[in-house]
Structure formats: C-alpha cells, structure tokens
C-alpha cells in the first residue's frame, strides 16, 4: 500500500514539473525570438541568404565531417548568412531519417542552397535536387556534374587532396630509416585509390631526387581497414594495423582514415624512444597530440570553396560546375585562404624540411607532377606512357594501385 | 487488489514523465520547450509527406515488436533481433537481385526470402540456447554481429555496385523488385496490411491460442512447463522463430520500401527500439501500436527539432531512453502482468 502512495505522490511531483516546465516556457521563447530577427534589422538592404549543410556524421569528429561543418560556419560568419546544420544523416545513427525529409525542411524553413557533404548522398543528392529545380545543390566529392548525369541545379566541389597526399609522402619518404612506408586505408574507391597513389608517386620523386636513392628498395604498403573509422568487430582495428607495420620495420606511418589512430600509437611509441613518425590526415589540427612525432598534416579546409559558392547563390550568378579544386600555394596553412593545404609538423629534420620545400615549390610553379609517366599498374600494365602527365580524369578513375605500392587495389 | 485508474494509465506516466525531463533538460540549454515541442509536432504531421513518414517507419517497428510479444511471453530475451532483421534484408536483396519475375510472384519470394532469414538467424539463438546452454542474450549479440560483417561483406563484395564498393549499399532494385508505394513517399500500403495482418495473428496466438498458453507456461516457470508437457525446447525454438520471421519481414519492408537497396546498417537499431517499445507498453499487447506509432513520431519529429533549434541531435533519443527509463523506475511489469492476471481471472 505504501508503495502505490509512493507512487501516486512520485506521479504528482512529476505533474508539477512538466506544468512548471509548461508555465516557464513562455518566458523563455521572447529571448529567443529578437536574436533571432537582429542580423536582418542591421543589413535590411541584403537579404541573408539560408543555406543547408548535411553531414554524415557528428559536427565535431575532429575529421571530416568537422571540416565541413567549419566552412559551413566559415560561411554563416563571412557572409552573414543563416546555417541550418544536420549532422549525423547515416542509417547507423538516424534510421528514421533521411535526405529529402531533411531537405524539404532546410527549404521550408527559406534555404537556397543545400549542400550535401559525402559521397554516400550523392544518387539521394541528384533525385532531391530534380525535385526542388529552384535551389541549388552542391555534393562535395561527387562527379555528376563530370559525368553529365547532374541536373540543371547540382553542382560538385571537391579539394585537390592528391598534391597535398603527395607533399606528405614525400615528407614520410624524406624522413624513413628503415625504407619503409605504412599507409593505413578506409574502404577501397576511387578516391582513396588516387589519395594513396598520389603518396606514394610522391614518395618515390623524393626517394629517387632528394636522397638520391633507387625508389625500386622503397617499401609502401597499404592496410585498407575496410571502412573510414574504427567499427569494432567489422573493420580491422587501426591500432594494431599501426602496431603491426611498425612491428615489421615501417618508421613513417601515413593515415588516409578518419580517425586519429596512427598519430596516437605512432606518439606512443615515439615517447619510448622509438625512431618512428606519422603523418595524420584530414584535421588541421591533428599533429597536436604527438607533436614532435609528425611530419605534417594534409587538411581539407572548404570554407573559401563555400563562400565563394554561397556568395554566387545569393549574387544569382552560380553557374553549374565541377570543382576540383586545386590548392593556393602562397597560403598552403591558412584555411580561409587555400580549399586543401598542409601544415609541417615539428618531427620533420631541418634537412627534410628544405627538400620538402623545394619540392613544394616545383609543385607550385608545375615544374614537378608527380603523375609524369612512366607510370605503371599493379598488374605490369602501362598506364601513363613515358614523358606524358595524367589528365585529370585519369587520375580521379585510377583504376588500380601504382606498382610498386604493397596492398589490394579493390 | 483490483487494478484501477492508476492501473490503466500506467503506460502515459513515463512519457508524461519524460516529456517534463527532457523539458527540464531544454530550459537547462536554455531553448524553449514550447518552440522544441511544436517543432517536434510539426516534423511528425506536419504535413501529409510527414505523416506518411512516420507511418513507414512505423510498420517494420511494429512488425518487430509484434513478434517481441511472443518470445517475451515466453520468457526470452530476444536481443538478436536486430541481426534478424539484418538477415531479413538480405534475403529479400538475395531474390531481387538474383530473379526477375512479374511483380506480385517476385516480391512473394522476397518476403518469403526475408522471412526465412530471420527465422533461420533467431533459429540459430534458440538453438544455441536449447541446445548449447548459451543465453539468448549472448547468442544473439554475437550472431547481430555477425549479420552486420555479413552485410559488410556483401555490399563490398560480391553484391557491390559495377562502379566500385563504397559501403553504401548495393545497386538499386528494379521497379519490378520494389514495394508499390503511396503517392512518392517511403509508405507501401502492402506493408501495412501485412504488419496489421501480422499483428493481428500475434493478438489471437497470445489470447485465444494453446500455443499462446503453452508460452505463456514456458514464460512463467519453464521447469513446471516442462512437467506438465509442454516440450519447452521446442516451444522456445519455435517462438524464437517466430519473432525471427516477422524480424524479417520488417526487414524486408526496410530494402523494399523505405530504401531501394541493400545498405549498410539497413536495421539501424529498429530491434533495440521495438525492445523498448514492448517494455514502454509493459508487454500489453493492444498498447504495442500505439507506443511504437508514438516512438515513430518522437523520432521523425526530433529531426525537425534539430534543424530548427540546431540543438543536439540525439534529443529524440534521450526522450525516448528516458520513457523507458521511467518505466523501469515507476513501473514493475512483473506486477502489472500480475494486476492483469488478477483481473483476467475476475
């Protein structure tokens, strides 16, 4: 009996809350409802555009998905503009959602411009966007405006990470003792087929130029752990994939995934007095855990690419395209000035550090392309003829691994 | 004691109870419960494209839950559902991309195929458990585990689109292969008189049925089940089978309907929320629609709350683990079952 009392009064007090909850409520929502009409009062002459960015997965995941959710800002703080942000859009996380429930909304709510930040919306990306022909769609990584199969509305924009990869192979080939690389894979498309092929054609041009060494003795290696980041019991663990190429004589271990897993093991050994060093991926900031220890950072920063595109959407002069965005040498570490770039880190030698300048400067000027052939595949194939560079389509649809790279192609 | 008032409202009081939590937790973020609310009204029905949503979410929650009933009343934790549904996914894929037949024959073998699955995967658990002493709980874990490599393995490997694997998910199906669907949306009216159908058999199994009885004893105490006849081995196989199929059939709703292909994740936790939604209804079969249509909507609306508040996204879900959560507090189903028996016998 004196449980059901227990109860009835535990009901009672929870009555109260959810009416005091009711009651406080009106105060609140005046607070919010100015703040929200400010920027519009000071610029009446403009009028601030609203834009979606989708995310597939969370805004602070110090890679990706980060990346992008800082341009978006980048943006909203540059252009005056209203952000509606939804991150985390993957059937993992959000099974009841999905693209055009988002989008529709995005466009209820006065959005122009939606742009969707993976390769996994793309195909979802392409049917929204025929349905809603007066917004403009932006799919970064995609290629359908490339191949044609884009409607009037979608455009794509991408960063050229493959001379950044390349400026980071060089840096791991410059620093390596032993000879021997480690690159540690996500899954296996396009895109992380050329981003591995872009090191290691790096590597090799400053194996064979800079220390003057036969590339054919350079040892690169990938481990594709089969997805971006770590699912226990699915992908192979990024952890041990560090340990192990260490434990077998790799002393420069390159990252193309997510997460920050070879800076962290590669820090680790690296305060045991180990000669071992990383090169971490994506995140402008990822050499901060292991400082003394990474050779650089090659980083997305695609806040100027956005601008630029939010910038034309609100102006009314966006015109469809395919960007692939090369990087702005003259401010290689700044993110509001360059869409890709690449931050040395402090465990390069003084002496690596000129060669790799040097090599950043022929990359800069033209005078280096590492896609100068020959270039053959893993099969013995030739793929780029002697004397001639890769066009850009031969590099995006790389269809295997460069010989000489260790590692599956598909 | 006769079960009253309290009794029958019993199921509200931890939505009402999470709904001033979460409120609590709003005004602590100092965002409007009233504004967050509406927003999550208006993402549920707030237009008839929503409300369709929400209904195809609904369907294969409902068809899992359904068969949550029958192995709850027989006393099992049947936590490998999600594996269940993975693998009813995969066997409607096998047929869409393996056959092409006229439709109505065509997405026959595709339930069938889903259904077969998640028996044969929640065949396995009850197995394992009968047969090999390992808890349902355990094989199950173990076994959605291994439905997610399975999966893994597929859309990478041999199922993966001709452009290459990127872990999206298999090609589309062809319209032939697809679930006719309502006006553009993601409903398939099909799938609804299915799960209705589904549920409907599950309602008259539990109450009017001696299998349902027979489960029932099993539930109760399983060693006086076993000495008064019922073969409690079998009997647990058959309603982890059970469970398994219409699992399955939820599955197959998700390739067929709410996507066009097999992806990865397809389940995406719709058997861990069809747990909570048995255990939010106190195990009342009548209850189980409405609590999952509820959580449907609950979901569905906190997308809209995210965008328009921009506040975390996972607040559906911590109003939705916060319910259950009340319910573990307030409630003790073990004692409501007992109120009903009480008042079944009266």
Redesign the interface.
């Known amino acids: 009996m004196s449980r ?1 009392k227990l ?2 009064l ?2 009672l007090l ?2 109260g ?2 009416l005091l ?2 009651c ?3 105060a ?2 005046p ?2 409802a100015p703040a929200a009409e400010e920027p519009a009062a000071e610029e009446p002459a403009a009028e601030p555009l609203t834009f979606g960015v989708v995310l597939v997965g ?1 805004a602070n995941d110090h890679g990706w998905s980060q990346a992008h959710a800082e341009g978006a800002q980048y943006v909203a703080d540059n252009l005056g503009a209203n952000l ?5 859009l ?9 693209l055009d ?2 989008v ?3 466009i209820s ?1 006065g959005a122009t411009l939606i742009i969707t930040t993976s ?2 919306f793309e ?1 979802d990306t392409a049917t929204v966007a025929a349905s809603h022909p007066d917004v403009i769609f932006i799919n970064a990584s995609g290629d359908d405006v490339h191949t044609g199969e884009a409607g009037p509305n979608l455009g794509n924009v991408m960063g050229r990470m493959e001379d950044m990869k390349a400026i980071a192979g060089c840096a791991a080939a410059l620093t390596t003792q032993t000879g021997s690389i480690g690159y540690v894979g996500p ?4 895109e992380t087929r050329r981003l591995v092929a872009s090191a290691y054609l790096g590597a090799k041009y400053c194996y064979e130029n800079y220390r003057g060494l036969d590339p054919a003795d350079l040892d690169f290696a990938v481990t594709w752990i ?2 971006w980041f770590n699912i226990p ?2 992908t192979l663990d990024p952890t041990e994939v560090v340990s192990n190429f260490i434990d077998t004589g790799s002393d420069v271990i390159m990252s193309g995934i997510d997460t920050t897993e070879a800076i962290d093991v590669v820090g680790q050994r690296f305060a045991a007095d180990e000669v071992v060093h990383a090169v971490p991926y994506d995140f402008i900031g990822a050499c901060e855990t292991a400082p003394a220890a990474c050779l650089g950072v090659p980083f997305f920063s695609w806040g100027p690419a956005y601008l630029a595109l939010a910038q034309s959407v609100q102006d009314g002069t966006w015109v469809q395209s395919w960007d692939w965005n090369a990087a702005n040498y003259n401010a290689l570490g700044d993110p509001t000035q360059t869409d890709v770039g690449w931050v040395p880190g402090e465990g390069l030698s003084a002496e690596a550090s000129a060669s790799l300048d040097q090599f950043i400067a022929g990359l800069a000027s033209g005078e280096i392309n590492v896609w100068t052939g020959p270039i053959n595949l893993q099969d013995g194939s030739e793929y780029i003829a002697a004397g001639a560079t890769a066009t850009d389509d031969e590099i995006w649809y790389l269809p295997q691994l460069p010989e000489g790279v260790e590692g599956p192609s ?1 | 004691m006769r079960p009253g008032w309290l009794d029958r409202i019993w199921p509200l009081l931890p939505v009402l109870a999470a709904l001033a939590f979460t409120s609590v937790l709003l005004l602590l973020f100092k965002a409007s419960p009233v504004v967050a609310f509406s927003a999550m009204l208006e993402g549920a029905f707030g237009s008839s494209e929503r409300i369709l949503n929400v209904i195809a979410f609904w369907i294969p929650l409902l068809l899992c839950a359904a068969g949550l009933l029958i192995t709850f009343q027989a006393g099992l934790w049947n936590i490998g559902i999600e594996g269940q549904i993975i693998l009813g996914s995969i066997g409607a894929t096998w047929v869409a991309l393996s056959l092409e037949l006229a439709a109505p024959l065509q997405i026959t073998l595709e339930i069938l195929a889903a259904m077969a699955g998640g028996a044969l995967w929640a065949g396995i658990a009850g197995w394992l458990k009968t047969r090999g002493g390992v808890h349902e709980i355990f094989g199950g874990l173990a076994l959605n585990n291994l439905a997610i490599i399975l999966t893994n393995y597929l859309i990478s490997g041999p199922w993966q689109p001709p452009e290459g694997g990127s872990f999206r998910g298999t090609v589309p199906f062809g319209e032939h292969a697809l679930l006719p669907l309502f006006d553009g949306s993601r409903f398939s009216p099909l799938a609804l008189i299915l799960a209705g159908t589904a549920f409907s058999i599950v309602m008259i199994a539990l109450r009017n049925s001696t299998w349902g009885l027979k489960l029932k004893a099993l539930g109760r105490n399983s060693r006086s089940a076993f000495l008064l006849g019922v073969s409690s081995n079998r009997e647990a196989v058959l309603a982890m089978m059970f469970c398994g199929a219409l699992a399955g059939l939820g599955g197959a709703v998700r390739v067929l309907s709410w996507f066009d292909s097999l992806r990865q994740s397809i389940s995406g936790g719709i058997g861990y929320l069809a747990l909570l939604v048995v255990m939010l209804a106190a195990y009342r079969v009548l209850w189980v629609p409405f609590v999952a249509f509820f959580f449907s909507a609950v979901l569905n609306g906190a997308i809209v709350l995210q965008l328009r508040t921009q506040l975390h996204s996972s607040l559906g879900d911590i109003l939705t683990g916060v319910m259950v959560l009340f319910v573990l507090l307030l409630g003790d189903p073990i004692r409501l079952r007992g109120l009903r028996r009480a008042k079944d016998d009266g």
């Not at chain 1, 509606?84 to 985390?88: A, G, Q, R, T, V």
């Not at chain 1, 993957?90 to 999905?98: I, M, V, Y």
């Not at chain 1, 899954?187 to 396009?190: T, V, Y």
């Open positions: 059901n109860n009835l535990f009901s929870i009555i809350s959810l909850a009711a406080a409520a009106p609140a929502e607070t919010e969370p509606i942000l939804f991150e985390s993957n059937p993992a996380d959000k099974p009841e959602a999905t429930g988002v529709d909304d995005m709510q390769d996994e195909e899954l296996i498309n396009f089969g997805f019991g699915v598909e």
